[in-house]
């Protein structure tokens, strides 16, 4: 059974950093991607970042290009997202999750799932 297990989330003042990791469990991810989404109170699960585990190829949303950088471990199966100058609109639960597949900014092509973590910015 694929496990997927956040880590890093927190409170931090607006312009800080904050660093998230996920580690996967459960099977082979060879040829896997994973990503990381994001949701707000009151809003839509939205995309953050994605990166193929093999390869190490990446995309990310253009709110967070040039803040954020997503990165991987192959031998640990962990994935981790470095943000940098963050802002009160990144306030969200952040999930991780993985496909079997490109990296993709779609929800609906992602089969499994973290629990989330709580990210908090203040001004």
């Known amino acids: 059974q694929v496990q997927l297990v956040e880590s890093g989330g927190g409170l931090v003042q607006a312009g800080g950093s904050l660093r998230l990791s996920c580690a996967a469990s459960?099977?082979?991810?060879?040829?896997?991607?994973m990503g990381w989404f994001r949701q707000a109170p009151g809003k839509e699960r939205e995309f953050v970042a994605s990166i193929r585990l093999n390869g190490g190829w990446t995309r990310y949303a253009e709110p967070v290009k040039g803040r954020f950088a997503i990165s991987r471990d192959i031998a640990e199966n962990t994935v981790h997202l470095e943000m940098n100058n963050l802002k009160p609109e990144d306030t969200a639960v952040y999930y991780c999750?993985?496909?079997?597949?490109?990296?993709?900014?779609?929800?609906?092509?992602?089969?499994?799932w973290g629990q989330g973590t709580q990210v908090t910015v203040s001004s």
């Open positions: 999750a993985a496909r079997n597949g490109l990296p993709s900014g779609k929800i609906n092509e992602f089969d499994y």
């Open positions: 459960g099977r082979t991810f060879s040829g896997y991607s």
